[in-house]
């Protein structure tokens, strides 16, 4: 496969080889007119339930791919069928490292984004740079829990932060506060009464997304 991982015209499921043993995983195809672009989607904390099939993921996912981004989401070790046990962060690092290799092999002209909700978003900002992720959407970033979020340091690239101000879970003064210290500070989302997992604000987190990303680069063929 020389452009993209998987045949047009519907998602394929995959086991992807990692560090812990195979991680499990689903490649989506967006729509003509497609971007040279794929996006891996990381989901939230495995421990509490967290997998690829959470609706936030799944949602951003979906809004990626209306905007000409193929998507890739997976299972961290221990969850599903992906191989492993929780890492608290570190293996979990070494998953995403895996699947973007896995990625690039396959679609090695293809520009590398990474979103991430949650746990997922503090994964894929921790990566951005090594990888050197082409543009990067973080969906409530735990900033303020138990996650360092001290020496990341994101790349000059597009980068779309969107945060619930009624969020339980994340502080939102946190994210917000953590944003504005950013040397590049990202292009920030903020959602009126939305909570952690964005109940009935779903629609307008795929609008976020979707209105953000329009001009990010590489544009549609």
């Known amino acids: 496969m020389s452009e993209h991982p998987a045949p047009e015209g ?11 043993g195979a991680l ?19 989901h939230p904390l495995p421990v509490e339930g967290g997998s690829m099939h959470n609706k936030v993921v799944t949602m951003a996912a979906r809004a990626l791919r209306e905007s000409g981004v193929d998507t890739l989401r997976f ?14 962060g570190r293996g979990e690092l070494d998953d995403l490292r895996a699947v973007a290799a896995w990625a690039r092999a396959q679609a090695p002209q293809a520009a590398l ?5 949650s746990f997922g978003a503090w994964v894929s900002l921790r990566a951005a740079a090594a990888l050197e ?6 969906i409530a970033p735990p900033v303020g829990r138990r996650w360092d979020f001290g020496g990341i340091k994101i790349p000059p690239i597009p980068w779309l932060v969107v945060q619930g101000e009624a969020d339980e879970v994340v502080d939102p ?31 307008d987190l795929r609008g976020a997304i ?3 990303v329009r001009t990010w680069p590489p544009l549609p063929a």
Do not use: K, Y
């Open 10 to 20: 519907g998602d394929a499921s995959l086991m992807i080889p990692g560090p812990a």
């Open 24 to 42: 499990e995983a689903v490649f989506e195809p967006a729509p003509a007119p497609r971007r040279t672009a794929l996006a891996i989607v990381c």
């Open 75 to 88: 299972n961290f070790r221990g969850v599903g069928a992906s191989a492993g046990t929780f890492d608290d």
């Open 113 to 117: 984004w990474l979103a991430g909700f």
């Open 133 to 138: 992720a082409r543009a990067l959407i973080s």
């Open 173 to 203: 003064q946190a994210v917000f506060a953590w944003v504005a210290a950013q040397p590049r500070p990202p292009q920030l989302v903020r959602m009126p009464d939305t909570s952690h997992f964005f109940h009935r604000r779903l629609v």
């Open 210 to 212: 979707r209105q953000a």
